[in-house]
């Protein structure tokens, strides 16, 4: 069997909504460069807790 590509080789970006690095997905295989978002959620604008990415109120 074909060995599987590690998950440090894989490409990553940030998420414009909640500023943290995810990672390609099988399931993005061919809409890479489209992808923005992490998650529905992010996708969705969700506010959180108040807190600004940089972590201040």
Known sequence: M??????A?????????????FS?????????DTVTYCSERCRRGFKGSGKKKDGKI
Not at 2 to 7: E, F, L
Not at 9 to 21: A, I, V
Not at 24 to 32: A, T, V
């Open 9 to 21: 080789n894989m490409p990553t970006k940030h998420c414009p909504s909640c500023g943290r690095p």
């Open 24 to 32: 390609w997905r099988k399931k993005w295989e061919n809409c890479w």
């Open 2 to 7: 074909p060995r599987q590509k590690k998950k």
